[in-house]
């Protein structure tokens, strides 16, 4: 009965949604917010399923057992994020061991052999993200501030696309500002900016603001292949945006 019950959902969901739940981890929670009712309604990525799912999980857990477990979370996060790493000694957390063994048994968290890590990176990835969002809010931090505190691994990737996710949604203003400052940055390193210029490229639609950054980087020697390649090349809605604001047909007339 379940699995037809999920038949009939999936033949409800668009194009996009279908590309979004290739990925084994945003099925995996497509699944438990569509079973408990709680899946927000046109979702368009991973992004838009991990909020309901934070806020789903405690609530579970609170039936289950009563206990402090955003406390946990926040306690482990900042251990991770300010020391830019996966895993954390559990004396961390020791002295919420019984919400620990909660979050080990709803698969979020992962104990072994002194180490608590979570079980999945995305997790760690948005609740970082969120975390960093909340500085930004409320104006004590900045996406170059976040970035600037370590050497910018390769990890910190999947949490600055979810920031930028999330920072887009809520205010897009300081997004916008928040990627001219980190595409400009000389402390960002590539690897980030190239990611930036992939959550550029992915706008649907591009805004007002992005479409201007877009063509200042197109105005810079160094940036513009990187924004024909990235941002611009094969990319229907940007075609349309530029299109909309003359932007093609005063490139066609310059020759």
Request: proline share 4%.
């Amino acid at each position: 009965h379940r699995h037809l019950e999920h038949e009939r959902l999936g033949t409800r969901l668009g194009l996009e949604q279908r590309r979004v739940l290739r990925s084994p981890q945003a099925l995996y929670l497509w699944t438990l917010l569509q079973e408990s009712n709680g899946l927000p309604y046109g979702f368009g990525s991973i992004v838009h399923l991990m909020p309901a799912f934070w806020r789903q999980t405690p609530q579970k857990l609170r039936v289950l057992k009563p206990g402090a477990y955003e406390e946990v979370l926040e306690a482990l996060v900042e251990y991770l994020d300010r020391r830019g790493t996966v895993a954390a000694p559990q004396t961390v957390v020791s002295r919420w061991s019984t919400e620990v063994d909660a979050l080990v048994s709803m698969n979020v968290l992962v104990a072994d052999r002194g180490k608590v890590i979570f079980a999945h990176q995305s997790y760690l990835d948005y609740l970082t993200a969120e975390r960093v969002l909340r500085e930004i809010c409320a104006g004590s931090g900045t996406i170059l501030g976040w970035l600037e505190r370590d050497e910018q691994s390769l990890f910190r990737r999947g949490q600055l696309r979810q920031l930028l996710a999330l920072l887009r949604d809520d205010d897009p203003r300081t997004y916008e500002e928040s990627l001219r400052a980190l595409l400009t940055s000389d402390v960002v390193r590539f690897h980030l900016k190239h990611l930036a210029l992939q959550m550029l490229g992915q706008a649907d639609p591009p805004r007002a603001g992005e479409i201007n950054l877009a063509m200042d980087l197109v105005g810079d020697e160094k940036w513009i292949d990187h924004v024909v390649d990235v941002v611009l090349g094969g990319r229907v809605t940007w075609v349309r945006a530029l299109h909309a604001r003359g932007i093609l047909s005063s490139w066609l007339d310059a020759g």
